[in-house]
């Protein structure tokens, strides 16, 4: 029979897939003889038997009355118990951080009876035991009955009113009592029932209520947002009640054992006495900052110290902590590895390694490649003295600058349309998910580091800035005031997550650290940060197989890519080359209809070719550089049928007829595809128009010539695109061979593969061909038979809100259907052709997913666009070291 329930002394973090994050650490915490309230784990398989069949797993009511009642033994109480009774809090606690997307429902097993046995129990404060008792009514109501939490808010807001005061801390005993009455009566009025006073029926349908917000649409949304798969459900955990909220000696907190934004070792963390947890990470009211619990409660401070310092070593990392004490007395309630910023992550891993914690192939597994690409966004350009208006707490760094927005609702839907949008709110809760994905960056006049908003901003490399105590933000009149100036929605400002500071209107951007690093401006050693990143990358760079190339087009391009780390230009796409001044020589190439016509044309094309070919040589002087002949859809050359025909007809009805543009036509109306991407482009638009190609090979071949003359090492690679036959690269080759031949040039010719055909039949391919790159976007569009252009608006949201897509197939590659096609081209193509030298150009090579697909799969390098070369040197490096096992952590 099926084990669904675990004590937390029956667990650790080897069973974290069935116990959960929360749940598997709890349990380590135990083992460690650290201080945990009793407590249980139902485990992801209960969750997902419930979430399959809409009831609970049989014999899941019984284990846990099993360990409800070890529980109690444990805690010297019992649940439902008048004089003495035992409370617990149930938390959710899934295999991955989410944090506060899912649903805690604190003080269970509060009631009518029991209320006062609480007040005895704690000295007869009946003040804390209404307060417990409204908290249970609200998150009840809230969770378990969908009661809308505002209704509970207003309510709370009229008796804080009533009273003169603006501070829970304000009202009493009498009327926390009363207050309860109101939540009662708001329960009754919108689910047609009291609020329940069986215990173990509140238990039971806030686990339930649990499972049930692994499904809820901000915890889908975080999931889709961080890649976390949807099918692994939650655990929740059953905890027995210990209070922060029990008077000055009282309180809780977050901790940090490293500062989350920079990485700095140190004390860092958030406190509030006389406050339960959920009032710290909702940034409800102001915290004060860890160091001062030393002076409020020196002996609970040195306990918490050296429990950090023991779970630091233990976890071999920056731990994230949750902790309550009730009258002096130190529980754990959660630790966790903590989320942190892309550069603490970057300084915390090389500072592991020097005090001799990890190696350099773990630190290289703690870093990702989307982190480093945060790093590589610019920061604000100070040197005009932009007019600073409020500084608050730098919780997550960066840049952003945007329109002010109040509701997170009309922020994703103004950023949806273009507008680069600021969320403004007093503070943030898990129903702004949408707005906080969409902002530029959040902004609170509430809360701290530990606040939500913070926490799920580092989470996700937004810029943000928490608890500027100066913004009176009124939401319902769209605008905040600060010194006696009003923003309001619609204005810009821009906030500066790496101080905290908040400035009016736009404020201009400068390169980040780490990328003047990577232009060769800054030395790794004049920054921690960009030593670290320096160093880590050196790293990958020596254990990485994959070699990383980029796609450049210019020879800026192809100078910024070599600075940034790349070993060639794994794709020239000539015919943007071919746009701009020179769209004339093409047109007059596509309406030439005599061979005269067309070679006065490709003669004028060929020392232009030749030229940009030559300073891309230069650029990457000694490196190879992969020029794949021209490959556009034939209507890009062209302007379109409509419009020319209506210009035509215009003309021709004034008696002007213009003898070019009718020409054009005539072409235009010729050459006509109802569908350009599938027509006459790549090989095949080689192959119809004589001499084309031969012109490209020639110009490749000057090039290569008149660059050796002046001792530029050059290494050409000629790549024929579209190819899905044998015989259409059999005879480019067989072109490009006689022209090359006389001039002594050598150069490797090769193909993409990015028509399924060719993939399917690579073995043949390989017969005729040096190397292949995969051009894994045309194969995603021919593989699942959509034009991106056309779909990504159309439907491709609702694949994503459906589960159908994880991630769009256009930006992570997609490993069963196109990965598939993939693998059997290498293996078919050098089954044929044992050394065929094997690379991907497709954007997907920059993704940093795709690229360790990539490695799997056996290719050689991944090309990308310059600015990413970074990012895949590193996925390249981290890839090599997964493959090899020595991913620990």
């Given at each position: 029979?099926?084990?669904?329930?675990?004590?937390?002394?029956?667990?650790?973090?080897?069973?974290?897939?069935?116990?959960?994050?929360?749940?598997?650490?709890?349990?380590?915490?135990?083992?460690?003889?650290?201080?945990?309230?009793?407590?249980?784990?139902?485990?992801?398989?209960?969750?997902?038997?419930?979430?399959?069949?809409?009831?609970?797993?049989?014999?899941?009511?019984?284990?846990?009355?099993?360990?409800?009642?070890?529980?109690?033994?444990?805690?010297?109480?019992?649940?439902?118990?008048?004089?003495?009774?035992?409370?617990?809090?149930?938390?959710?606690?899934?295999?991955?951080?989410?944090?506060?997307?899912?649903?805690?429902?604190?003080?269970?097993?509060?009631?009518?009876?029991?209320?006062?046995?609480?007040?005895?129990?704690?000295?007869?404060?009946?003040?804390?035991?209404?307060?417990?008792?409204?908290?249970?009514?609200?998150?009840?109501?809230?969770?378990?009955?969908?009661?809308?939490?505002?209704?509970?808010?207003?309510?709370?807001?009229?008796?804080?009113?009533?009273?003169?005061?603006?501070?829970?801390?304000?009202?009493?005993?009498?009327d926390l009592r009363a207050l309860v009455g109101t939540y009662k009566d708001i329960f009754r009025a919108?689910?047609?029932?009291?609020?329940?006073?069986?215990?173990?029926?509140?238990?039971?349908?806030?686990?339930?209520?649990?499972?049930?917000?692994?499904?809820?649409?901000?915890?889908?949304?975080?999931?889709?947002?961080?890649?976390?798969?949807?099918?692994?459900?939650?655990?929740?955990?059953?905890?027995?009640?210990?209070?922060?909220?029990?008077?000055?000696?009282?309180?809780?907190?977050?901790?940090?054992?490293?500062?989350?934004?920079?990485?700095?070792?140190?004390?860092?963390?958030?406190?509030?006495?006389?406050?339960?947890?959920?009032?710290?990470?909702?940034?409800?009211?102001?915290?004060?900052?860890?160091?001062?619990?030393?002076?409020?409660?020196?002996?609970?401070?040195?306990?918490?110290?050296?429990?950090?310092?023991?779970?630091?070593?233990?976890?071999?990392?920056?731990?994230?902590?949750?902790?309550?004490?009730?009258?002096?007395?130190?529980?754990?309630?959660?630790?966790?590895?903590?989320?942190?910023?892309?550069?603490?992550?970057f300084v915390i891993a090389a500072q592991l390694v020097d005090d001799g914690v990890i190696d350099m192939?773990?630190?290289?597994?703690?870093?990702?490649?989307?982190?480093?690409?945060?790093?590589?966004?610019?920061?604000?350009?100070?040197?005009?003295?932009?007019?600073?208006?409020?500084?608050?707490?730098?919780?997550?760094?960066?840049?952003?600058?945007?329109?002010?927005?109040?509701?997170?609702?009309?922020?994703?839907?103004?950023?949806?349309?273009?507008?680069?949008?600021?969320?403004?709110?007093?503070?943030?809760?898990?129903?702004?998910?949408?707005?906080?994905?969409?902002?530029?960056?959040?902004?609170?006049?509430?809360?701290?580091?530990?606040?939500?908003?913070?926490?799920?901003?580092?989470?996700?490399?937004?810029?943000?800035?928490?608890?500027?105590?100066?913004?009176?933000?009124?939401?319902?009149?769209?605008?905040?005031?600060?010194?006696?100036?009003?923003?309001?929605?619609?204005?810009?400002?821009?906030?500066?997550?790496?101080?905290?500071?908040?400035?009016?209107?736009?404020?201009?951007?400068?390169?980040?650290?780490?990328?003047?690093?990577?232009?060769?401006?800054?030395?790794?050693?004049?920054?921690?940060?960009?030593?670290?990143?320096?160093?880590?990358?050196?790293?990958?760079?020596?254990?990485?197989?994959?070699?990383?190339?980029?796609?450049?087009?210019?020879?800026?391009?192809?100078?910024?890519?070599?600075?940034?780390?790349?070993?060639?230009?794994?794709?020239?796409?000539?015919?943007?080359?071919?746009?701009?001044?020179?769209?004339?020589?093409?047109?007059?190439?596509?309406?030439?209809?005599?061979?005269?016509?067309?070679?006065?044309?490709?003669?004028?094309?060929?020392?232009?070719?030749?030229?940009?070919?030559?300073?891309?040589?230069?650029?990457?002087?000694?490196?190879?550089?992969?020029?794949?002949?021209?490959?556009?859809?034939?209507?890009?050359?062209?302007?379109?049928?409509?419009?020319?025909?209506?210009?035509?007809?215009?003309?021709?009805?004034?008696?002007?007829?213009?003898?070019?543009?009718?020409?054009?036509?005539?072409?235009?109306?010729?050459?006509?595809?109802?569908?350009?991407?599938?027509?006459?482009?790549?090989?095949?638009?080689?192959?119809?128009?004589?001499?084309?190609?031969?012109?490209?090979?020639?110009?490749?071949?000057?090039?290569?010539?008149?660059?050796?003359?002046?001792?530029?090492?050059?290494?050409?690679?000629?790549?024929?695109?579209?190819?899905?036959?044998?015989?259409?690269?059999?005879?480019?080759?067989?072109?490009?061979?006689?022209?090359?031949?006389?001039?002594?040039?050598?150069?490797?010719?090769?193909?993409?593969?990015?028509?399924?055909?060719?993939?399917?039949?690579?073995?043949?391919?390989?017969?005729?061909?040096?190397?292949?790159?995969?051009?894994?976007?045309?194969?995603?569009?021919?593989g699942w038979g959509f034009s991106r252009d056309d779909v990504e608006g159309a439907f491709f949201a609702?694949?994503?809100?459906?589960?159908?897509?994880?991630?769009?197939?256009?930006?992570?590659?997609?490993?069963?259907?196109?990965?598939?096609?993939?693998?059997?081209?290498?293996?078919?193509?050098?089954?044929?052709?044992?050394?065929?030298?094997?690379?991907?150009?497709?954007?997907?090579?920059?993704?940093?997913?795709?690229?360790?697909?990539?490695?799997?799969?056996?290719?050689?390098?991944?090309?990308?666009?310059?600015?990413?070369?970074?990012?895949?040197?590193?996925?390249?490096?981290?890839?090599?070291?997964?493959?090899?096992?020595?991913?620990?952590?």
């Amino acid at each position: 029979m099926t084990k669904y329930v675990y004590d937390f002394a029956e667990g650790g973090m080897e069973l974290k897939d069935l116990l959960g994050g929360k749940g598997g650490n709890l349990a380590e915490m135990v083992r460690l003889g650290l201080p945990v309230p009793p407590g249980f784990t139902v485990t992801t398989d209960a969750c997902r038997a419930y979430l399959r069949t809409g009831d609970e797993p049989f014999g899941l009511a019984d284990e846990i009355g099993l360990h409800l009642e070890r529980l109690e033994r444990q805690a010297g109480r019992r649940l439902g118990d008048t004089a003495d009774p035992l409370l617990v809090s149930v938390r959710s606690g899934a295999k991955f951080s989410m944090p506060g997307m899912m649903e805690t429902i604190l003080n269970v097993g509060l009631t009518d009876a029991t209320v006062a046995g609480l007040a005895g129990q704690t000295g007869g404060d009946a003040r804390f035991a209404w307060d417990s008792y409204r908290r249970l009514i609200q998150m009840y109501g809230r969770t378990v009955c969908d009661v809308p939490g505002d209704r509970f808010d207003a309510a709370l807001d009229a008796a804080k009113a009533a009273k003169g005061t603006t501070d829970d801390l304000g009202l009493d005993a009498a009327d926390l009592r009363a207050l309860v009455g109101t939540y009662k009566d708001i329960f009754r009025a919108h689910t047609g029932r009291d609020f329940p006073q069986d215990p173990r029926e509140q238990l039971d349908r806030s686990i339930r209520a649990v499972f049930q917000s692994w499904n809820a649409e901000r915890a889908v949304l975080y999931r889709r947002q961080e890649h976390i798969p949807a099918d692994l459900g939650t655990a929740v955990n059953v905890v027995a009640m210990v209070f922060g909220n029990l008077g000055a000696n009282s309180g809780t907190g977050v901790a940090f054992t490293r500062d989350p934004a920079t990485g700095e070792p140190g004390v860092y963390g958030d406190y509030l006495a006389n406050a339960q947890g959920e009032d710290v990470v909702a940034g409800i009211r102001n915290t004060v900052p860890l160091q001062a619990l030393e002076e409020l409660d020196k002996p609970a401070y040195d306990e918490l110290m050296a429990i950090m310092a023991k779970l630091e070593e233990h976890y071999r990392d920056l731990c994230d902590i949750e902790f309550t004490i009730e009258r002096g007395k130190l529980w754990m309630l959660q630790t966790r590895v903590g989320k942190r910023t892309a550069a603490a992550a970057f300084v915390i891993a090389a500072q592991l390694v020097d005090d001799g914690v990890i190696d350099m192939d773990e630190a290289l597994t703690r870093v990702t490649g989307a982190q480093l690409g945060q790093l590589m966004f610019p920061a604000f350009d100070l040197s005009g003295d932009p007019e600073r208006i409020a500084t608050g707490i730098a919780a997550s760094p960066g840049a952003a600058v945007g329109a002010v927005v109040f509701d997170a609702r009309r922020a994703a839907r103004l950023a949806a349309g273009g507008t680069a949008v600021i969320l403004v709110r007093r503070e943030t809760n898990p129903d702004d998910l949408p707005g906080m994905i969409a902002a530029q960056g959040i902004l609170t006049s509430r809360g701290g580091k530990t606040s939500h908003a913070a926490v799920v901003a580092r989470g996700m490399g937004k810029t943000c800035v928490c608890g500027a105590e100066d913004l009176d933000v009124n939401v319902d009149a769209r605008r905040f005031t600060v010194a006696g100036r009003v923003v309001s929605e619609g204005d810009v400002v821009s906030i500066d997550g790496t101080t905290g500071r908040v400035y009016l209107g736009a404020v201009p951007v400068q390169p980040s650290p780490v990328v003047r690093y990577f232009e060769g401006t800054l030395s790794p050693g004049a920054d921690p940060l960009v030593a670290a990143v320096d160093r880590i990358l050196g790293h990958a760079d020596k254990v990485r197989r994959l070699a990383v190339r980029a796609n450049a087009d210019t020879f800026d391009d192809a100078a910024r890519a070599r600075r940034f780390g790349a070993q060639g230009i794994g794709l020239c796409r000539t015919e943007h080359m071919f746009l701009g001044e020179r769209r004339p020589l093409v047109e007059r190439l596509i309406l030439a209809r005599t061979d005269e016509n067309r070679d006065a044309a490709l003669a004028e094309l060929l020392p232009l070719q030749r030229a940009d070919f030559e300073r891309l040589f230069q650029a990457m002087h000694g490196l190879p550089v992969t020029i794949r002949l021209i490959d556009p859809p034939l209507h890009e050359f062209l302007p379109p049928l409509d419009e020319l025909s209506v210009k035509v007809a215009l003309a021709e009805s004034r008696g002007e007829p213009d003898g070019h543009d009718r020409a054009l036509l005539d072409a235009v109306q010729r050459m006509h595809e109802e569908n350009p991407m599938l027509g006459l482009r790549g090989v095949r638009l080689g192959l119809v128009v004589p001499g084309l190609f031969a012109m490209q090979i020639r110009a490749v071949a000057e090039a290569t010539l008149a660059c050796r003359a002046r001792g530029v090492a050059v290494h050409p690679e000629i790549m024929v695109p579209l190819v899905g036959a044998v015989q259409e690269l059999e005879a480019v080759r067989e072109e490009a061979l006689r022209l090359l031949g006389p001039l002594g040039v050598r150069a490797r010719i090769g193909t993409m593969i990015e028509v399924p055909r060719a993939a399917l039949t690579a073995g043949e391919i390989a017969r005729a061909a040096d190397f292949f790159s995969f051009g894994t976007n045309d194969l995603t569009q021919m593989g699942w038979g959509f034009s991106r252009d056309d779909v990504e608006g159309a439907f491709f949201a609702r694949y994503l809100e459906l589960g159908i897509f994880g991630v769009s197939p256009f930006e992570s590659i997609d490993r069963d259907g196109v990965g598939r096609l993939v693998r059997i081209a290498v293996e078919e193509g050098r089954r044929t052709r044992p050394d065929l030298h094997i690379g991907v150009c497709g954007e997907h090579g920059g993704d940093p997913a795709s690229i360790h697909f990539f490695h799997e799969a056996g290719l050689d390098y991944v090309s990308c666009s310059p600015f990413r070369v970074p990012v895949a040197r590193l996925e390249a490096g981290r890839s090599a070291v997964a493959a090899t096992g020595s991913d620990t952590r």
